[in-house]
């Protein structure tokens, strides 16, 4: 099933009013709204997805009798006087995703009908389950409707209207107004219309409706019915229900004004990251009203001229910049976060401890599965988190060899192309590029290697040696059988292409030390894929000869060095491993590092850390790295600490987020990937032997045989296409436009929001992302790109 | 009133029990457990600290009666069947502190005897107001106890029972059973033992108690009595509720001894930031069980040897780092981050646009009310967002001086002692020091000047000059009547100590460039305090006049410099004000630069922008450092942004706690405090006119006078008290120590948690601090120093 809009339309107010709890008079209410617009020479519509017999006493028929003339409308009706999961068990079930779509769709007909006003009911309680069983906040919360909370005056309605109203809050609905009916006796009204009013949401008390016979037979129900009808004629007419109805209708005009200016709104006011601001337009900046799953809910955007609707599916097609995995407004997490902040807030933790980041250094140091780490340093994201890793790095080799850095630079070994973050520290371990080379305090301070990419190319995986890199290799591009194969390192690090890439990076270190003169104090690497610096796929058998001569050759950075040393101390260089994009299943696996079956040293993680919401980082290290901190002088700390270093928000949500994959791995919630990708063909001995991606193999293939593209490459939930460009590509190619514009207009159920990086554009799926989804996703890049 | 624990005791596992809506049969599960216990020869007891006639029909009554033999006591009985915020109109009404006192006080008490299990049982729904009209939830979270929810089992009841349990959970409170009536028409119990087991809380399901007689006689009271009698007989034989209770009793324990091993586990697994771990034994490690107001709830704190309560109230002396502002565990914050996760989770911000984010800009520009201000960059925390600052006032400064930075160094002017950060870059903008020094990469790149500092010595306000300042400023030490006086600038300013400053800053400047060579790109202060480098308090006439130079000098700095030019164009340098820490409210004013009434070109927020829940920073800037990026070329842009850049979570409760901070700082929240502080004497033209702290005048005399206090201050929320030390201060003075300790321990009713930076030990508030725990603390202080 395609994603279904949230629901916003220009023409039409439409609100879904949900229940404190069931038998709170959510109809009465109804009637009363539908009444009051009829009257007013307008036309209300009502829609009850799905109606039971117990639960609202078919409210649809009840609207077409007292509704004077509303137009009203049940998708499913059950008999049973329960509540609808088992109802549904005896009728065939909608589908939610049917559910949704249906509804969408009735509202949309609506709206371009001459409807003024449009109520969707709920039935029951806000959690009472739908026909599968899941809550209906839940179930409904693609639509996102702006809501009518019907409060309950009965005696414990205060408490039971604060907490239904605070279980749709934390699923990101809009409460728009509250009725209820005065109780004289409990006065709830009176409680309420304060509490609310805190809130600024308007609530708007009725009499209580008639009382109902006691006795049921031709006569009380002509005299109900009377009492009725009189009843909904006066409290229709009351000025709170017309002023209320005028403030619906204004709030939906004032929500699509908003939104038709937030674009200029924000080029005032905002100055956005990695953006050349100048010749930005308005149009150029996505509105996103909301967003859930993989999709946002975006304002504006392309679609067919025939919807009337204002907000549009789009797929996240960068994961939000590579931190997306459990799914946009995942309730758990929200309500993870929630308990938090009403557990601790934010405690301090220097020198101090709380639950949260006790449990998350614990199960992160499970998760990574590293025998060498036994500490967890915490910051706030992946900068800062290398910062502190490079900080630990230079600090083991300065003190090791006896170096004092105050007088003479200590370079770092990496890749050329790397990307560590935006501090200016860390900007430093790249080489010069466009990311930094008008960074004012910027000083490269390292050496970076060139190195052999894996990619596909025509159908076929190769590992391709860059030009100026081959005469120094000695080595010729190679195909693989499969991706299974490129890691298969048991077997390649007996290949000549082994000895030829450890004789190049010795010799290339040996003449930078003795010849140079350079010092070195850290091997730093992305792990497999190079990020920013343009989704590059480095060789892993590169990257392990490049790990392994470090620690093999340890005399290759000082006299001082002794033998290499057995793990967990380390030898030649400390290694550092940024795993801030490709670490915690992003790859598909929990650690980057187990495609080469290397143990660094130190390690960073972030982005998926918190499952995507919230800023944490964390930065690992081995027994003998932290220990060289450990010193009399208090001055030999590791003197870094943010102000919210470690706070419980963060690492509450991260701990479920690490829980939930870690199960989802256990549990085989990606085996129908996998299975696509043959992992048998791969047989390293330790770590994971599975290398797959969300991303079919078929695909692959036939993206990298079309005309444009050069080459392609899946892997975990990472798709990269790199398009052909005359130019030669790097970061500020335009080759990538092209097919980013086609993806932005979309197919006829969504569009897509992707980002491109230089001639390079990728897509990448959540850890959660739906087969289905992903299927559409395959369909839209075909027809985009053959 | 004291604050009270969080209740938590090792000989009793002690309960509170909340219902999803009233009569769902909380004083029957109450009783079937008391029985079950009593039953095995153990004691139960039963608190019901307010009870109201028509809620729960006597229920300690009921408990006296059926309980066979359970303890039963009721603090407050309302006979008026209505929510006890009505019953109590026509009452004594209890203080929810006192409420709160006689519970803890109570179960100490049991605590200490034999009983083996205790519940407390709440009135009506979790959000049923208690006496004083706040939510039962809210009220009773100071104590935080472990929660026996009875759910619902009528028709409605799947809704409202996971409403409770979500309103619960949102305050941070722990769900440790659900249990409910089954019944097999609804099934209610079947679907919410689905739900609740998959966040691993048990739920037990009980037999129906019999139906009410349908009318009261003696006759059938008794046979009600009988029929009540053999149903606890029955059900509290159950063999669910036995093995529930030994649950109970089980997690209590566990709970303990989690927390006893915490100390340990962290030792083992966590690298803290700014420590020096060698000596640390995991004793020095403050065990935080939660946290609420100013308070944590420390385990295994200092406390009087007959206190049977493991965990005790611990006043957040540093307000976690400066960061809070509004209370921990504050339920409001914690609903809009929780509202921010389930509409948005986070969204991809380059390029794009979400509500939070926008609207943040804008009430962040209105609140710090800087004309020249137009433009906000998000980050995630301090360092980072100075790291941004650096790069825009060095790129805007290059740009109108034509330097090329990469073959020139441009360095900052500043003052000594401050402090911008912990990444490398923003290092470098603070003099070699102690926190400096050991950092590999570090390279100090600027000059920084020393200043005279603002204090109160011996009950008087003096701006005194360090004796290495003395000779080239020609200035003494001076006297001033109030701290008001001190800021008065626009007499000051008048004063032969301004062009004794301009002199002595305009003559180094000039040596700098003209004799050094230097060139320099910013000029960074902190206004008023240099937090992290000692609290040191500057006279802001200094800083005033060092602005000032520097605008009104453009020529100093660059032979290319025109005239001064006018405001909102920056002159001389960028001015980059870091308002990190002091920013906010966190000095009594919504921005620190007021104190200078100097405008900024750059400045940076963070720590009280979310009222100190999550990270989140900015830097904002005016419209010509902005437009100093704008050109055709994409890498002339700023090039910076992290992964969760402008999260919504963040941006959504930094909204809220401007918001909230700004409306308590219009309606006179603070006007108490004000009050004792004179303000009037105060007569800056621009800006507000105050100078206040939340520390009485009273305490800075007398602490001022005390014989191991070299000095004091206090503005805003800070307090800071400079200790005499022989060894000169400093960061690794440990002077202070003996103040901290004796803090820690405590008075009889709560503890403190306090930092010290050197010989300086600071106490800091929140925004919300009640003048009652200040006035405990002010007490603490006087006895500790006195």
Known sequence: MPPVGAGLWRSLPAHQVYGANTNVGKTIVSTVLCNAIQNQRKKAAFLKPVSTGALDDADDRHLSRFGAGTLTKCLYQFDEPVSPHLAARQKMIPRDDDLLASIHQTLSDWARSDIDLALVETAGGVHSPGPNGNSQADLYRPLRLPIVLVADSRLGGISSSISAYESLVLRGYDIQSVLLFRDDYYQNHEYLA????????????????????????????????????????????????????????TKNQKRITRLEEMADRAQDLIWYPFTQHQGMKPKDITVIDSAHDDYFQTFGSSQSKESSAELRPTFDGSASWWTQGLGHGNPDLALSAAYAAGRYGHVMFAGAVHEPALSLADRLLKTIGNPRFTKVFYTDNGSTGMEVAVKMGLRAACDRYGWDASQEQISILGLKGSYHGDTIGVMDCSEPSTFNQKVEWYRGRGHWFDFPLVKMVNGTWKVEVPAELKADLGSEDAEFESLGSVFDLEKRLGSEATQRYKTYIHRTIKDLVERHGMKFGALILEPVILGAGGMLFCDPLFQRCLTDVVRDHPELFSPNASSPKSAPSWSGLPVIFDEVFTGLYRLGRPSSASFLDVHPDIAVNAKLLTGGLIPLCTTVASQEIFDTFSSPEKSDALLHGHSYTAHAVGCTVAVDSLRTMDDMDKNGSWDGFKADWDSKSVTSTSGPSDVWSVWSQSLLQDLSRAETVESVFGIGTVLSISLRDAEGGGYTSTAAKGLQQKLAVGGDQFNVHSRVLGNVLYLMSSVTSKPESLKEMEKLLRSSLI
């Open 194 to 249: 304060d509490y609310f009013n805190k809130k600024s949401i308007p609530l708007v008390s009725l009499s209580a409706p008639p009382p109902r016979p006691p006795v049921e037979n031709a006569d009380t129900q002509a005299r109900d019915e009377e009492a009725m009808s009189s009843y909904y004629r006066q409290v229709s007419a009351e000025s709170d229900i017309l002023r209320l109805l005028e403030e619906l209708n």
